[in-house]
């Protein structure tokens, strides 16, 4: 809406102000005479007019500027969200990757641990399995390398018949060129002789021929030198190759004798405690001092199990805490009631000895769900806190917070006088394994209740919940209560539900589950040796620096090779221009002997040239006679080679596979391998476990920061349009200014034409300097005034509690029979501190752009109207923009 305003004004002032020059125009004309009349006041006012049309246009050409610079800083912004945007698919994409790399290597690792298992099952079976097959394979070696030793025998024979073939065929080329060359030599010398050849061609070919001497022998001096250096630059690297094969051959025997796991004692190993064979031996008990060390299952106590001490009698201590160790919170009571948290944690650790103790004895778990624990435990404590007769002793309350028929409730309490939560979670062992183990007093009332059968159809739930009863109570602060409810599969009115309807009713979508026993129990623990991965990088480097000489070398080599063929060419080049040279000086002796020559003298040449060409064909025979022999010893040799590599291969082949198998059999001759093997396949197992959740984690993270990424961009594209609509907006208006400056001037040049023509004009002083308008800063800009708003601090919640301690927190402890409990629901408030914060507001800043102009006329006034509220439309969309 803010662009669309800017745009208007700036097309409104336009149309005005040409009607401001009209209108000025009627003022100066005079009808009636051909003269014209101009008035001081009009000209000052022209004058004035024209000062402060330039004014204003350097202020719009101030905001284009500023609307440049916006849009350029906008753009800016835009490539960064885009390339952060970009940067964030690409890293989703790898974290991608690497999640499904680490989920196949968890599944790998699987593999190797059931492979392990496998091996373990079927040692026997495999180890004859592989003893036979590695007697056969020792066999199939001996026979490979008889076959190998033929192969190398054969091999060598054909290279030797080959080296032969090819010297006496190097021979024959040689005969054979310089029987053709001593054939063209006579008939050159015969063809000279004939033709008469004159002196003066011979000597300018002779020039010639030189000339191309001397150049074919600076190349060839030029290739032979390049080829030197190449050759040496071969050498030094094959050099470096041979010392870094070496090196990482010494790295690789160094790797393979490191370890690449040490096995170490668990430091972080931690002993659940077990009850004290007899009851209140403090003095031999293991002492708990976290909830590392709490027991999570039910253990009858020595002495009882024996008979020495009865099944009667008061309840007693097996567990004891080490107050010196013990840093676990200070139970907390508000308002008369135990902490939330507080009674959520102990009760899930009821929940967990009390399904331990059930597992042992064959029966299912009971189930804790948040809605019935919740509603139970608000009814119950509600109860107790209306009568004082319900300290130490049990509640019923019929509240019922599902829609299903309750067949049966029962109720445990137990008491304790606990001051940290590690206290009242001992008592709570304590209390629970005497209920278990000596409930005789209650005829076994709380046992049988800890064991409640599940009937098929029916739902048990357990809610426990410890209340504060304070001074009160005869046997502690605490009253530790337990109800069991029975929930059968029927509805109140005695309708059958359905087993999914029923686990809705009593919110089983929200189960509060048990304690998960994070201990490490592992006597010793494995680790990554640091030497081997040192070791390990080791022999990294020197492969990388290797396969880097390797293709120096290489590289090398090619260049050698190229330098070579060069050189070699260049001389032979050089030979050839050389003997052309040569046959040009006997064809240049020839033209000067041929005046001398005689009949008898061409006879004998020719009888020379006929002898030459017997003796050539004779030569080129023998020659096409040896290349076949060399050719066919040749593809001896190469076959024979192939048979030797291919030998040598199955040979190499055969000797691996028996390497493995005799490695197989003494594997499998060794349990403790195979059982070190399944150790190290469940470590990988646990590793790769970790790098999953891990690799998980990075994706959600990469996800989340794509998201962000995203936003920002959306985000620095709008920016960016808004700063594109008010760059427009300013060029709009430096148009209408620069207009403005022009009409402006023409009436300041019309008014100097007439005051040439005669007529008498006073003229106020021009170009007067004006303050320039500025957009970074406004000093005189100021706040309308400070906004209270509400803040709502989570961190700031006032709360009114008792901090209860006490000192004896061991003090015997006597239990109660079975009742069936009543319930009542009663709602929970929290309150919360709510301040308010003073929040600055944006206020309108403004600074005057222009003079006061004198009233001269209607003409005037409009016309500074609409050059003000044009500088003042581009002036505030920029400073309004750049505050945003």
């Not at 960016?720 to 427009?728: D, G, R, T, V, W």
């Not at 709602?827 to 001269?856: A, G, R």
């Amino acid at each position: 809406m803010k662009k669309n305003v800017s745009i208007a004004v700036a097309a409104t002032a336009v149309a005005t102000l040409a009607g401001a020059e009209n209108a000025h125009a009627d003022q100066v004309t005079d009808a009636q005479s051909n003269n014209v009349v101009v008035t001081p006041s009009n000209e000052v006012a022209n004058q004035e007019t024209l000062n402060q049309a330039k004014e204003t246009q350097k202020q719009a050409e101030q905001n284009k500027a500023d609307a440049d610079l916006q849009v350029k800083s906008a753009e800016q912004d835009v490539k960064s969200s885009q390339d952060a945007t970009k940067q964030a698919q690409d890293q989703l994409s790898k974290n991608n990757v690497d999640a499904k790399q680490k989920q196949a290597e968890l599944d790998a690792a699987k593999q190797a641990e059931q492979n392990a298992k496998d091996a373990i099952n079927n040692q026997a079976d495999n180890l004859a399995q592989a003893q036979k097959d590695a007697a056969k394979q020792d066999d199939v070696v001996a026979q490979k390398q008889t076959q190998t030793d033929a192969a190398q025998k054969q091999a060598d024979e054909t290279k030797t018949a080959n080296k032969q073939a090819q010297t006496e065929k190097q021979a024959n080329d040689a005969k054979a060129d310089a029987a053709q060359k001593k054939q063209k030599q006579a008939q050159t010398e015969l063809d000279n002789v004939k033709k008469a050849p004159s002196i003066d061609a011979a000597q300018k070919q002779v020039t010639q021929n030189q000339k191309q001497v001397d150049d074919a022998t600076k190349i060839a001096q030029q290739k032979d030198a390049a080829n030197k250096s190449a050759q040496q630059d071969l050498a030094d690297k094959k050099a470096k190759q041979t010392d870094l094969l070496a090196k990482q051959k010494d790295a690789k025997a160094k790797l393979d004798k490191t370890p690449k796991q040490l096995v170490e004692k668990n430091p972080n190993k931690v002993t659940r405690a077990t009850p004290t064979d007899k009851a209140g031996d403090a003095k031999n008990a293991q002492l708990i001092g976290s909830d590392a060390e709490l027991p999570l299952t039910l253990k009858e106590p020595k002495e009882l199990a024996t008979g020495v001490e009865k099944r009667s009698g008061d309840y007693a201590n097996w567990y004891f805490v080490d107050k010196n160790r013990d840093k676990s919170a200070k139970l907390q009571v508000k308002n008369g009631r135990m902490d939330i948290n507080q009674q959520r944690e102990l009760a899930q650790y009821s929940l967990t000895l009390i399904n331990a103790y059930r597992k042992q004895n064959g029966l299912p778990p009971l189930i804790m769900t948040e809605k019935t624990w919740q509603a139970i435990m608000d009814a119950q404590l509600t109860l107790r806190d209306s009568d004082d007769k319900y300290v130490d002793q049990h509640s019923r309350t019929k509240a019922n917070p599902t829609d299903l028929f309750r067949s049966g409730t029962a109720q445990n309490i137990g008491f304790g006088n606990a001051q940290t939560m590690l206290e009242a979670k001992v008592e709570i062992a304590n209390y629970l394994t005497a209920m278990a183990y000596k409930d005789l007093d209650s005829a076994n009332g709380h046992h049988d209740a800890l064991l409640m059968p599940v009937e098929k159809g029916h739902i048990i739930v357990i809610v426990p919940m410890v209340d504060y009863v304070g001074s009160k109570g005869a046997h502690g602060q605490w009253n530790y209560v337990t109800d069991f409810i029975d929930y059968a599969d029927m509805d109140l009115t005695g309708d059958p539900v359905t087993p999914e309807e029923a686990a809705k009713s009593v919110g089983m979508d929200q189960m509060i589950p048990e304690v998960v026993d994070t201990n490490d129990d592992n006597d010793t623990i494995t680790r990554d040796n640091p030497a081997y991965a040192q070791a390990q990088a080791e022999y990294d480097q020197l492969t990388t620096e290797l396969n880097a000489a390797n293709t120096a070398v290489t590289e090398a080599q090619a260049t050698a090779t190229k330098t070579q063929t060069e050189a070699t060419q260049a001389n032979a080049d050089l030979a050839q221009a050389q003997a052309q040279l040569d046959e040009s000086k006997a064809a240049l002796q020839s033209a000067i002997d041929a005046d001398n020559l005689t009949s008898a003298q061409i006879k004998a040449l020719q009888e020379k040239l006929a002898a030459a060409t017997a003796e050539n064909q004779q030569a080129q025979a023998d020659k096409a006679a040896s290349d076949a022999r060399a050719a066919k010893t040749e593809a001896n040799d190469v076959s024979a080679q192939n048979e030797l590599a291919q030998s040598r291969s199955e040979l190499a082949e055969a000797k691996a596979k028996q390497s493995a198998l005799h490695a197989r059999v003494a594997e499998l001759s060794s349990t403790k391998e195979l059982n070190d093997r399944l150790v190290q396949a469940q470590a990988a197992i646990a590793e790769a476990e970790k790098a999953q959740i891990h690799a998980t984690a990075a994706v959600e993270q990469a996800q989340a920061n794509l998201t962000q990424a995203q936003s920002a961009l959306k985000a620095a594209q709008t920016k960016l349009a808004e700063a594109k609509h008010n760059q427009a907006a300013a060029k709009d208006a430096l148009d209408a200014a620069k207009q403005a400056v022009k009409d402006a001037q023409a009436k300041v040049d019309q008014d100097r034409l007439n005051k040439d023509g005669g007529l008498e004009i006073i003229s106020p002083d021009e170009d007067k300097a004006n303050p320039q308008v500025p957009n970074e800063s406004r000093p005189d800009a100021k706040q309308d005034g400070q906004v209270e708003l509400p803040s709502e601090d989570t961190d700031n919640i006032s709360t009114n509690g008792t901090h209860v301690e006490s000192e004896t927190p061991n003090t015997t402890e006597k239990h109660v029979g079975v009742q069936t409990p009543t319930d009542v629901t009663t709602p929970k408030t929290s309150d919360k501190d709510i301040t308010s914060k003073k929040v600055p507001t944006p206020s309108t800043q403004m600074t005057k752009s222009e003079k006061q102009l004198p009233n001269t006329g209607s003409s005037q006034t409009g016309l500074l109207t609409i050059l003000g509220s044009l500088l003042f439309a581009s002036v505030s969309g920029l400073w309004f923009r750049k505050r945003q």
